[in-house]
């Protein structure tokens, strides 16, 4: 079968109107945006799916990613405000919003947002004292996602995150640093222990204040218990009663006699009176109760006046 040349021209149509639709369709895959340029100049961006451009005047520009990136930043060395060098790097997170911006506004979209955050790591860094620097890690962090993300907000992207991962210092700083801790822990314990000594000593102050006030309260009773029975004997005495004064001077001889007995300090103890004193005045005692409670014992409600015996006067001596 012979084909004549309006057959090959048919042919060679259909041919080139099948190229023109296959240039003229372009499918953008899911996390990309195009753009579109025509005739060199930007007129809008593709999104993902099936587009149509016009083949031989529209051409595709930038290929952006539109997904989350990440970036790290490699190891630099910062000096701080206290003149400390330390080591530093991170890592940061972008996400393109404007594919046009990002292709048309900068060149090298990921060197220029690593210089940016370099730079401000630096900066940042550098206005803080080392102990800052290791305590505030995360206000570091904010501030400088904040700072990093003003200044590339026209480029159109959005830096969602940026991380400080390793702040090493010299090896000599770590070791002063070690020291620095120890001693503060030291520090520490010594005020800890001397805070419970001091509760301890004022704990044992107040036992002995409260000790000392019960002493004194017990004397006061005691003396006024001395004071009330002496009231007594006098008012006895005023009345007429020679008997009172009698048990009183017998009960104090003897509360002596008793302490000079049980004295370990002495083997013979002299005394300015006969040993039967003392036999004499417990005969004065029970004399007195006689008169007291009756010939009967108590009880018997009769009570007679009984005879004093002259004391006996002249030195003695007793062996312990």
């Known amino acids: 079968m012979l084909f004549s040349g309006f057959d090959i021209v048919i042919a060679v149509l259909v041919l080139l109107v099948l190229l023109l639709i296959f240039a003229g369709i372009k499918t953008i895959p899911q996390g990309f945006n195009y753009t579109v340029e025509r005739f060199g100049r930007y007129t809008r961006s593709l999104t993902p799916g099936l587009n149509i451009i016009v083949p031989f005047i529209d051409r595709i520009g930038a290929k952006m990613n539109m997904m989350e990136q990440v970036l790290d930043v490699p190891t630099q060395e910062v000096i701080t405000r206290d003149n400390a060098i330390v080591a530093v790097d991170g890592v940061a997170f972008y996400q393109v919003l404007n594919a046009a911006q990002a292709a048309y506004q900068v060149s090298g979209l990921e060197n220029a947002i690593l210089n940016l955050t370099m730079t401000n790591i630096r900066s940042v860094m550098g206005s803080m004292d080392l102990d800052e620097l290791l305590s505030n890690r995360d206000a570091i962090n904010e501030r400088l996602l904040r700072i990093v993300d003003e200044a590339a907000n026209p480029w159109g992207i959005k830096m969602t995150r940026v991380e400080i991962k390793d702040i090493n210092p010299p090896a000599n700083l770590v070791e002063s640093m070690a020291r620095q801790m120890m001693a503060e822990r030291n520090k520490r314990a010594q005020i800890l222990e001397a805070e419970g ?88 005692i029970g004399s007195i109760a006689k008169d007291m409670f009756g010939d009967n014992g108590p009880g018997t409600g009769t009570a007679r006046p009984s005879r004093a015996r002259p004391p006996v006067t002249g030195p003695a001596q007793t062996d312990e």
């Open 197 to 284: 000594l001091k509760q301890a000593q004022v704990l044992e102050a107040e036992g002995r204040k409260e000790a000392a006030f019960r002493d004194a309260e017990a004397r006061e009773r005691a003396a006024e218990a001395e004071a009330r029975a002496t009231q007594v004997v006098s008012d006895a005495i005023a009345q007429g009663d020679v008997q009172a004064i009698n048990y009183f001077v017998a009960q104090k001889y003897t509360e002596a006699l008793a302490k000079i007995g049980t004295a370990n300090n002495g083997k013979i103890v002299l005394m300015p009176f006969e040993a039967s004193s003392l036999i004499g005045t417990l005969g004065g």
